[in-house]
């Protein structure tokens, strides 16, 4: 217990000497991928601690893969803070399931068991339960009403005759009301309102950014993108729908299957400006029709 003390006190240190810069911390995360694709693990879970000491706030989907490493290394100190942090940021326990036999022998494994109900606790109590009400209410709509996905269910009194004969003028009403969300609550990022509510958020942004009519939100947008508040792989698809919809040419893919040198710098270019892994993360296929993510 005593050793457990200590180690938190370590972790809360450095978890909270940060700088705020994002480019730094979205760098370090893919230099670290590329680390683990190398098959450097070690030097990869050093590489995302490094990053994770530069923001308050760490994404789900890069403390996965840096407790992945640290679990594969037998660094059980480490294993045990950062599935502390994944239950705290997603309120999600799977991690302790997901153990192996010989993290789970350990005290470090018993204590994050058993205090696996204040971490979710901690959870319950920074996310915003309105705004999340909210974003599931506007994500029915999305799902269910606009494209009738009947997997997407929700407690909703629908007046059919209310509704537009056009469904999808549903999405511009949506938009409308979670741009204002954004400016009450700020942006519905992971730590404002939770890993699964963002997920839902994703749809309603990705539906209407790619239009030519909202182009006049994309500075706003790609600044929560900076803040970290909005990752960059999830603008991916829907910049790259609107810039060969509105413009006639891809911008982070070779989807139109130009493949050649000066392609593929400018590709590799407009990545990097976004926080992306560059083109030497790639593998295409059939002329760049098709993508390959190797790490």
């Not at 789900?60 to 239950?87: C, G």
């Not at 036999?101 to 109900?117: C, G, H, I, P, V």
């Not at 994309?218 to 060969?244: C, K, M, R, S």
Request: aromatic share 16%; charged share 25%; with cysteine.
């Amino acid at each position: 217990m005593g050793k457990i003390i200590i180690f938190i006190t370590s972790w809360l240190f450095y978890t909270n000497v940060y700088n705020q810069t994002h480019a730094e911390y979205y760098l370090l995360c893919n230099e670290a991928d590329s680390m683990t694709y190398l098959g450097q693990k070690k030097e990869a879970l050093e590489n995302y601690k490094k990053a994770f000491r530069t923001v308050d706030y760490v994404h789900t989907v890069n403390l996965e893969k840096a407790y992945s490493l640290a679990e594969q290394l037998k660094v059980f100190d480490d294993a045990y803070f950062l599935a502390r942090q994944m239950i705290i940021n997603s309120g999600n326990d799977a991690v302790l399931k997901r153990a192996d036999a010989e993290f789970k022998s350990t005290d470090y494994y018993r204590q994050l068991k058993d205090s696996t109900l204040y971490f979710r606790e901690m959870y319950e109590k920074r996310i915003n339960h309105q705004y999340v009400k909210i974003i599931d209410s506007l994500y029915y709509i999305d799902q269910r009403i606009i494209r009738n996905n009947k997997s997407v269910r929700g407690k909703y009194q629908i007046i059919r005759s209310e509704l537009p004969e056009n469904l999808f003028d549903l999405d511009s009403s949506n938009w409308n009301y979670l741009y204002q969300l954004i400016h009450t609550f700020g942006f519905p990022s992971e730590r404002n309102i939770g890993l699964n509510a963002y997920g839902k958020a994703w749809a309603i942004l990705h539906h209407n950014l790619r239009l030519k009519e909202n182009e006049k939100y994309h500075p706003e947008i790609f600044q929560y993108v900076a803040d970290g508040d909005y990752l960059p792989n999830d603008i991916l698809v829907w910049y790259e729908q609107f810039q060969t919809q509105v413009y006639g040419r891809t911008f982070f893919t070779t989807w139109d299957n130009d493949i050649s040198e000066e392609n593929l710098k400018r590709i590799d270019t407009n990545r990097r400006k976004f926080y992306m892994k560059g083109i030497n993360s790639l593998e295409f296929k059939k002329g760049g029709r098709f993508i390959i993510t190797k790490w």
